[in-house]
């Protein structure tokens, strides 16, 4: 298959400094949970990306020294020579298929608290440190900035020793020293590096000169800004400094790479933003410099693409979380393969792998993170090793991906699903304030297995034992998903709340299914992830009167992993839904409830018509305990998903996965994957 020719522009090389890109898809840095610590992860991670046609494949960021470290979190480390061969096998992984390796050196200032390395963070002033530690940034005097400048030559030296052909100037995401003295609500310092947007821009610009005399001759040398703080008149805007910034810098460096400030705003999620939503930020770089310009904005459309491409708002095609959900984005558009491109949801469970430490998941793509430690490829899976059939009840989404990838690896499947369309759970959320994004989630794997001749799909088919045992499958897969509770257990009780008979009760699934309340409702949130936040939102829209309760100390609280909690209760207060967190139900009976705090265990009195409890799900496993009973000449019976255990869509895809790939293969012995494991040290 060939691509259509209105994609070309994106096929056409780059100069880039010294380096040349061999297209405009630009995977930017991004965080991945690997980093210093599982670097043949991240490597392989890295380099299948650039087997998928990345032209450019960068590092997460990279500490350029001990002074500034983000202890548990885990990143790239460039501190001394000896972290150069763990980024030097990025760079081969990356180079064997043609691609150039960038690397974003970064010092992090107050925005650490350096709590293994134990030396005090520094920045441009005494400030507290932006976690919630009790630690406090001195401010730099001119021996530390000389050292501060050396730390970035002496970084990028070894950057150029491992091989890197593109090393950046990192001032972006309000996480960094160069951007802390940018900000005017950071740097107050009375010196030549404070004050004025001159004298502010005087560190970076030395940075970037010193930085580009070592070892630009050879290497590209790109600068990262974030040209809006999202503060107003307290921060940089694309409007004013954050555009002059850029004007004073114009030609210095061989490539901008331009977004806004701080994470959170950088990587929204779909529920807040669309595809292209920063573009109104960046679009006016082209206009002050002749230096190629990456940006981002969650795109996963070739059209949009072109578009930014021809429009002169972009030079190459930025993106984090799209080269995550498929690797082989820019493979699928040069082959003509659009419709086979895994979109990204905009979920940010890929994000949530930096601030838990571990390697990054992703929900469309269940391969992440597994690429190197189970040797699992987003795009090929081995062949079928024997000719059994299989037969899998339930299409949502572990159901759907374990038909997709064993239809993929040749076997005969069959789908069973109950209702009237595929996509279980998924369908339902997807139809929740701000979630149609989700929908991809179906839409990518239906298409896939509507394509496959071996694969069967039956819709309107609810199976009871016999009916399986009829069908005479080789092997039968349980994927019925789960249903919320109606009895308030969760992790704040242990035991059914205290509910009189008459309540009307709703679960989120009778909701989703069209119930509507009466009178005034209560959301009693102890799952803190969306589902509460997202029907209260709803709830209120339909011209409810809606009290959100919670244990927590705020709504959605999971959801700060996601970056996106702050905005989920922005617009719940906006749309006067009454918060009450700290606190627990004690008693609900058919026009109130009792709250009690969960610390001094006072209680008070609410007004209810409708309790709505999203504590936990249950697994709907009657089919499989009923399977089970019958004992059918099945050679297996296997649960997956939420049937096996209720979780993220992201859980129940994986989950889906891994019975296909491990399927008919020989059981692992001990740990299934493998292990990078700490040399002891010499003393």
């Not at 470290?69 to 150069?84: C, K, N, Q, T, Y």
């Not at 406090?136 to 091989?163: L, P, Y």
Request: hydrophobic content about 40%; proline content about 6%.
């Amino acid at each position: 298959m060939n691509r259509n020719p209105r994609y070309d522009v994106l096929f056409e090389p780059v100069k880039i400094g010294p380096v040349t890109a061999p297209n405009r898809f630009y995977q930017v840095p991004h965080c991945n949970g690997m980093g210093h610590r599982y670097p043949s992860s991240m490597a392989e991670m890295r380099g299948i990306k650039a087997e998928g046609g990345w032209g450019v494949v960068n590092t997460e960021e990279c500490e350029i020294s001990h002074t500034s470290e983000l202890g548990g979190v885990i990143e790239a480390r460039l501190w001394d020579d000896s972290d150069i061969p763990a980024l030097a096998r990025m760079v081969e992984k990356v180079h064997a298929h043609g691609a150039l390796a960038g690397i974003e050196p970064a010092h992090l200032g107050m925005e650490v608290s350096n709590n293994y390395s134990r030396e005090i963070p520094m920045g441009p002033t005494a400030r507290p440190v932006d976690v919630l530690d009790p630690v406090q940034s001195r401010a730099m005097d001119k021996a530390d900035i000389r050292a501060f400048r050396k730390m970035h030559v002496d970084a990028a030296v070894r950057a150029k020793k491992a091989g890197f052909d593109i090393v950046y100037v990192y001032a972006g995401h309000d996480m960094t020293t160069l951007m802390h003295f940018l900000s005017p609500s950071r740097n107050d310092r009375t010196d030549e590096y404070g004050g004025s947007l001159e004298n502010r821009v005087r560190l970076m610009r030395e940075v970037l000169m010193e930085t580009k005399e070592a070892i630009g001759d050879t290497t590209a040398i790109a600068v990262r800004l974030a040209v809006d703080e999202m503060e107003g008149a307290d921060g940089l805007s694309a409007g004013q400094e954050g555009r002059e910034i850029v004007e004073m810098l114009a030609e210095l460096p061989d490539l901008w790479d331009v977004n806004v400030s701080g994470w959170e705003n950088d990587s929204q999620t779909s529920r807040f933003s669309e595809e292209g939503y920063q573009t109104d930020y960046i679009s006016f770089v082209k206009g002050v410099t002749t230096k190629p310009v990456v940006g981002v904005g969650r795109f996963t459309s070739p059209d949009t693409m072109v578009s930014l491409v021809n429009k002169g708002v972009l030079d190459l095609i930025g993106a984090a979380r799209p080269s995550i959900a498929d690797p082989f984005l820019p493979k699928k558009v040069e082959e003509g393969r659009i419709e086979d491109i895994r979109e990204c949801i905009g979920c940010n469970i890929c994000v949530t792998g930096d601030f838990l430490s571990h390697p990054m998941r992703c929900t469309q793509n269940p391969t992440m993170g597994e690429e190197w430690r189970r040797g699992w490829h987003p795009e090929y899976i081995p062949q079928k090793s024997n000719d059994d059939s299989v037969l899998i009840v339930g299409a949502g989404p572990a159901g759907l991906e374990a038909a997709r990838a064993l239809g993929q690896r040749g076997h005969q499947v069959t789908l069973a699903e109950a209702g009237d369309a595929v996509g279980g759970r998924v369908l339902h959320e997807a139809a929740l304030p701000g979630l149609a994004a989700w929908k991809r989630v179906v839409d990518y794997r239906s298409y896939q297995i509507s394509q496959m001749p071996n694969l069967n799909l039956y819709l309107q088919s609810d199976l009871s034992a016999e009916q399986v045992a009829e069908f005479e499958p080789d092997h039968v897969v349980v994927a019925t998903g789960s249903r919320w509770s109606a009895t308030g257990v969760g992790r704040q009780n242990r035991r059914p709340i205290a509910i009189a008979d008459d309540v009307h009760v709703l679960t989120p699934d009778a909701i989703m299914a069209g119930q509507m309340p009466k009178g005034p409702v209560v959301i009693f949130d102890d799952d803190h992830y969306y589902m509460a936040g997202a029907l209260a939102e709803k709830l209120r829209a339909a011209g409810h009167d809606v009290t959100y309760v919670t244990p927590a100390a705020d709504v959605s609280h999971w959801t700060h992993k996601t970056m996106e909690q702050a905005r989920i209760q922005t617009r719940l207060i906006e749309m006067d839904v009454t918060i009450i967190p700290l606190h627990n139900i004690s008693e609900v009976r058919a026009d109130s409830i009792d709250l009690a705090c969960i610390y001094t265990g006072s209680t008070r009195d609410i007004p209810c018509g409708t309790f709505i409890p999203v504590t936990m799900r249950e697994a709907s496993d009657t089919l499989y305990a009923d399977l089970t009973a019958l004992g059918g000449p099945w050679k297996s019976l296997t649960r997956v998903g939420d049937c096996l255990a209720p979780g993220t869509i992201a859980a129940a895809i994986y989950s889906g996965h891994k019975f296909a790939r491990e399927f008919g293969e020989p059981a692992p012995q001990g740990v299934p994957f493998k292990r990078e494991l700490p040399l002891l040290a010499v003393d």
